[in-house]
């Protein structure tokens, strides 16, 4: 009876006008003399401290965590759901309350965070589904956390984490006998997996797409049930992350997995209190704020390079770049030069430092096919992102070819940020830098990895407001 009258819809086809779309309007200002520049805390530092905190036995504080992105929050929560009691500190290390119906956000005043380990293999299924919002990293370490469950558990994420492929890792729990169900094509996620890990199983994982599946497993060892045999195939891409997880994982006691085995163990942190170190791969947007303002940058605390994940390229190359680095002030110079920037541990960098280098010396940027699996493909959508700001790069086999000395334009539609927070903040740089109004796709995306992102530029004048933008 019903298929008498219903009738289908879809919001393309011929006279629907759509939904509305969530943007940010940003008024550039004509001259701004300086910006205040605070980092976000490193999230790649940041949610492999929680991992490893979490399957301790001690209390253990993370400090510089005011304003942490939402992946960090993302990995926060869902520890939080499988049993481990965060709270948050204020400067004065005093608890702080999380105001009600906004449980899974830490309060502004908070700036530490306080972990209580439940030992390892005392994480507890969780009741609901497991959200890693954007997170790919937290998403990866979560499913191997929860393949030490036998009862099932479903992990998700938000649009841009349902599009990434996770062929590497749903092959890994495969291996384990971890039965797992997930989608095809499109959509691989939400994922229904259910562990434990068998017996006798052994591990061979593909690195030559990611290091997060090598860190995830890395980072779960502490809840195994038994020693797993494991190698690592192919040429890794990322290999500072992955270093990074072997060390923290080393210096809180870990077994050496040189040997090809991954055994279980007690994380025990020898300082119950750990800073977290500034993100310095944000640091490319305030190099291409210094030069798109033509201001000075006054960054409040640069990150150590031994620290920085292959970012350290940035203040390494700055001087080719256009960029002045005097101390923690950055400042546009008048002699940027053709460069050639291989960026196969800092693919994350790609979108603002080609921009960066369109408007200076040009260049070409190697060794980042990988950032073909990230958000979006970071290859082809940055092309087709810097088009909207008259900005021309051409992807190569592994990287992009940018032509140097082009002039920011204003972009004459909505520009789109194809669901990548790091595009959404080079277009808020960008934005700032036009005269007219830009309206920029997704009005929260840049809370991802930098909540302050706003607030920083209205502080110099620039007008930006979130609204309902009308696409008919």
């Not at 020898?270 to 944000?282: G, K, L």
Request: hydrophobic share 40%; glycine share 8%.
């Amino acid at each position: 009876m019903a298929k008498r009258w219903v009738s289908r819809w879809k919001p393309t086809q011929a006279g629907e006008k759509g939904s509305l779309v969530p943007v940010l309007s940003v008024e550039g200002k004509s001259s701004i003399e300086a910006i205040q520049w605070r980092l976000p805390c490193s999230k790649s530092h940041a949610i492999r401290w929680l991992a490893l905190a979490a399957q301790s036995k001690q209390n253990i504080v993370l400090q510089n965590m005011a304003f942490a992105g939402q992946d960090a929050v993302s990995m926060r929560r869902c520890l939080s759901q499988m049993g481990v009691n965060i709270t948050d500190l204020d400067g004065k290390g005093q608890d702080l309350l999380i105001p009600p119906n906004d449980d899974d956000q830490p309060p502004p005043s908070s700036v530490a965070w306080r972990i209580k380990g439940l030992g390892a293999g005392g994480l507890t299924p969780p009741v609901s589904v497991l959200h890693a919002g954007n997170s790919g990293t937290a998403l990866r370490i979560l499913m191997a956390l929860a393949a030490q469950h036998d009862v099932p558990v479903m992990l998700d994420g938000d649009a841009s984490l349902r599009s990434r492929s996770y062929e590497t890792m749903f092959a890994c729990l495969a291996q384990l006998g971890v039965a797992c169900s997930y989608g095809t094509e499109h959509e691989g996620l939400p994922v229904l997996l259910q562990g434990p890990v068998v017996e006798g199983a052994s591990l061979s994982i593909d690195a030559q797409r990611s290091s997060q599946p090598t860190s995830a497993w890395l980072l779960a060892a502490p809840s195994f049930p038994h020693p797993v045999p494991w190698s690592i195939q192919g040429e890794a891409v990322s290999q500072r992350h992955a270093m990074l997880t072997r060390r923290l994982c080393e210096e809180t006691g870990a077994p050496s997995s040189d040997d090809g085995l991954l055994e279980p163990w007690q994380p025990v942190f020898q300082e119950t209190t750990v800073i977290v170190p500034p993100d310095a791969s944000m640091l490319a947007f305030a190099f291409l704020a210094a030069q798109t303002f033509g201001c000075r940058v006054e960054v409040e605390l640069l990150p150590d390079a031994s620290e920085s994940l292959g970012h350290e390229i940035l203040v390494d190359g700055a001087d080719a770049l256009g960029i002045s680095v005097q101390g923690n002030v950055l400042a546009p110079s008048s002699t940027p030069q053709y460069t050639e920037i291989d960026l196969r541990d800092a693919n994350d960098l790609i979108t603002p430092l080609a921009a960066l280098m369109a408007m200076g010396g040009g260049g070409t940027i190697t060794g980042a096919p990988h950032a073909a699996h990230k958000e979006t493909n970071r290859l082809t959508g940055t092309v087709a992102f810097l088009a909207q700001f008259g900005l021309v790069t051409e992807a190569i086999p592994d990287g992009l070819s940018v032509a140097g000395g082009q002039k920011l334009t204003c972009p004459t539609s909505v520009v789109r940020t194809y669901g990548d927070h790091r595009m959404a903040l080079t277009a808020l740089v960008l934005a700032a830098g036009t005269e007219e109004e830009v309206l920029i796709e997704g009005h929260d995306l840049h809370a991802v990895a930098d909540p302050e992102a706003l607030e920083r530029l209205r502080r110099a004048g620039v007008t930006i407001n979130a609204q309902l933008h009308r696409p008919w």
